[in-house]
C-alpha cells in the first residue's frame, strides 16, 4: 500500500498504492525533496519548471531547487521565482544579472 517515491537498481520511480504510477508526469516527494517524475520514472536531466498542487516549481537536475531566485522560462512566458517557487502575485521591478525587468503577476513584461 506504499505510496510514494522508491528506487532500485533501474532508478526512482513514483509507487502509488504498492505500483510503479507509469501515468504519473509532475512533482513527487521523499525525505530527499521534491522531484520531476516523467511516465512514472524521475527525470534527473530535466532543468525547468514543472507543477503540482501547491503552484509552479524551478527544477534544475531533476530536483526543485528551494534556493532559486531569478527568471526561468517555460512554453508561456519568462516567470519571476523566489526560494524556487513561481510568484504569481508579484509586480515590479527585479534584477537578474546585468539587466532589469519588469514583472506583472509573475510574469515578464516585455
Not at 3 to 26: I, M, P, Q, R
Not at 76 to 99: E, L
Request: neutral net charge; aromatic residues 22%; charged residues 20%.
Amino acid at each position: 500500500d506504499y505510496t510514494g517515491l522508491a528506487s532500485n537498481e533501474y532508478g526512482w520511480f513514483k509507487v502509488t498504492n504498492g505500483k510503479v504510477d507509469f501515468d504519473y508526469t509532475g512533482l513527487a516527494a521523499n525525505e530527499n525533496g521534491w522531484f520531476k517524475v516523467t511516465n512514472g520514472k524521475v527525470d534527473f536531466n530535466y532543468t525547468g519548471l514543472a507543477s503540482n498542487e501547491y503552484g509552479w516549481f524551478m527544477v534544475v537536475g531533476g530536483k526543485v531547487d528551494f534556493g532559486y531566485t531569478g527568471l526561468a522560462a517555460n512554453e508561456y512566458g519568462w516567470w519571476y521565482i523566489r526560494h524556487g517557487k513561481v510568484v504569481f502575485d508579484f509586480t515590479g521591478w527585479t534584477k537578474v544579472g546585468s539587466g532589469r525587468y519588469y514583472v506583472h503577476n509573475g510574469c515578464v513584461n516585455r
